[in-house]
T-cell receptor
Framework: EAQVTQNPRYLITVTGKKLTVTCSQNMNHEYMSWYRQDPGLGLRQIYYSMNVEVTDKGDVPEGYKVSRKEKRNFPLILESPSPNQTSLYFC????????????FGAGSRLTVL | AQSVAQPEDQVNVAEGNPLTVKCTYSVSGNPYLFWYVQYPNRGLQFLLKYITGDNLVKGSYGFEAEFNKSQTSFHLKKPSALVSDSALYFCAVRDANTGFQKLVFGTGTRLLVSP
């Protein structure tokens, strides 16, 4: 089944403890992106990647890192999480940028205490 | 900068009645517009998109959207609502003139369809 898989789906952590949210797609998509969803703010883009080893900042990149060493994987790294990073995170991919439709993962709910 | 606005936080409609979820956009070039739906505890799912061509776009689950360039709007519609349509709906836009760098989402509109 074509899908975007995120892990973990739920995580409670403490301030400053590094964590990684993994994202993997099995559709050979070139484009991948991370969003965070917050009440009243909708979805905001954190980082995106147009292909392997090509990444760029979205609207809210502060406090996050990403890497794209393989086409299928696009992990989101929080080096030192803070409470304002408590959010619902979505990974998405599409064949290419432009007019292509995004396929979303099921989401990762992160709570930072 | 490109943006979309969804002026209603929530829309309430009775089952069987027509529904409209509003979206207006602002871009510097030609807009590529999308509607996505989010059911509880799920990721967003694609409903429909407008690239060029007919102003009325048909999508999944009986939804359609009308592109209006003069009013810079892209409202989502359905002739007869179902209880199962209750979900969170997001409008989104890509700006062709910025090289498709970003897909910008609205803040979402919660649709509640009552039996």
């Amino acid at each position: 089944e074509a899908q975007v898989t995120q892990n973990p789906r739920y995580l409670i952590t403490v301030t400053g403890k590094k964590l990684t949210v993994t994202c993997s797609q099995n559709m050979n998509h070139e484009y991948m992106s991370w969003y965070r969803q917050d009440p009243g703010l909708g979805l905001r883009q954190i980082y995106y990647s147009m292909n392997v080893e090509v990444t760029d900042k979205g609207d809210v990149p502060e406090g996050y890192k990403v890497s794209r060493k393989e086409k299928r994987n696009f992990p989101l790294i929080l080096e030192s999480p803070s409470p304002n990073q408590t959010s619902l995170y979505f990974c998405a991919s599409s064949l290419r940028q432009g007019t292509n439709v995004l396929t979303f993962g099921a989401g990762s709910r992160l709570t930072v205490l | 900068a490109q943006s979309v606005a969804q002026p209603e936080d929530q829309v309430n409609v009775a089952e069987g009645n027509p529904l409209t979820v509003k979206c207006t956009y602002s871009v510097s070039g030609n807009p590529y517009l999308f509607w996505y739906v989010q059911y509880p505890n799920r990721g967003l799912q694609f409903l429909l998109k407008y690239i060029t061509g007919d102003n009325l776009v048909k999508g999944s689950y009986g939804f359609e959207a009308e592109f209006n360039k003069s009013q810079t709007s892209f409202h989502l519609k359905k002739p007869s609502a179902l209880v199962s349509d209750s979900a969170l709906y997001f409008c989104a836009v890509r700006d062709a003139n910025t090289g498709f760098q970003k897909l910008v989402f609205g803040t979402g509109t919660r649709l509640l369809v009552s039996p």
